[in-house]
């Protein structure tokens, strides 16, 4: 791929999957907005802030604006995460909001390709492993009991908000889970967000006995069929160091960077 390529990618990931909104907004989550900056509320644990841009805000107004997050943040009593992309302007957003009491976690890398080449592929799973798509609490608590036993802290807000997103409309979201017996032992999940062409990819965390045996590329294959099937004709992801060369090896390209600022009152 060309940085032409990159680029023009970067350009549809900024103009159809940002700002990132729940459509249809699930039972219970309320969306809000201050200038640029939208607040979404009441989806996971944590509240949310997203934005296409800040419609040039810089200096005293940008403070000014960061400071209302704070403020109202604090009254709820809520953490609030604030997801920074590496190409957002100005430059020193990140110091501004460290300097409000944000606290980055993470860096992840925003990688966006073509659905096709990844939906032809053909992995091969591990014998006794099987792929299948689930929509009950029962598999989403397991899937959280997998993410706890891989990062070592508390899931119990994923199950509340994939329950969430399926019930308020099931064919916005598919969750696959990777089984060997009763055992989870992968899971991801793909969105369709509307009016896009994209199908937008989540999860792929793996117990650590199973990486390295093609279960993560076969997740990734068999959500990107799905996307097909819906005639979605990209597919975003936002991923970790350690999943990043296996997705451009698939054909994914590096457009961006994504942190998320969490202020915890």
Not at 88 to 115: I, N
Request: net charge negative; aromatic share 6%.
């Amino acid at each position: 791929m060309t940085d032409l390529d990159a680029r023009t990618l970067r350009d549809a990931y900024d103009t159809q999957l940002r700002p990132d909104i729940p459509d249809p907004l699930p039972a219970g989550v309320t969306v809000d907005s201050d200038g640029p900056l939208v607040r979404v509320l009441g989806l996971d644990h944590r509240g949310f802030l997203t934005y296409r841009s800040l419609d040039g805000l810089a200096g005293a107004e940008l403070d000014a604006l960061i400071a209302r997050q704070v403020e109202f943040f604090r009254g709820r009593g809520e953490a609030v995460e604030w997801k920074l992309v590496g190409h957002d302007e100005p430059a020193d957003l990140a110091e501004r909001l460290r300097a409000a009491g944000f606290v980055p976690e993470d860096q992840e890398t925003v990688v966006v390709g073509p659905v096709a080449a990844l939906a032809g592929a053909v992995p091969v799973l591990p014998d006794g492993v099987r792929l299948r798509e689930v929509t009950s609490r029962t598999d989403l608590e397991r899937i959280a009991a997998m993410e706890e036993e891989v990062w070592g802290s508390g899931r119990s807000h994923l199950v509340t908000g994939l329950e969430k997103e399926i019930a308020a409309d099931p064919q916005s979201i598919a969750v696959v889970v990777a089984e060997a017996g009763e055992t989870v032992v992968s899971a991801g999940w793909i969105r369709y967000p509307a009016g896009t062409g994209f199908g937008t990819l989540w999860g792929g965390s793996t117990l650590p006995a199973w990486r390295r045996r093609g279960i993560y590329r076969a997740l990734v294959a068999y959500r990107a069929r799905l996307a097909e099937q819906r005639g979605r004709t990209l597919l975003q992801v936002d991923c970790s160091p350690d999943s990043r060369p296996i997705l451009e090896r698939l054909g994914l390209v590096a457009v961006t960077t994504t942190t998320p600022y969490v202020y915890t009152p």
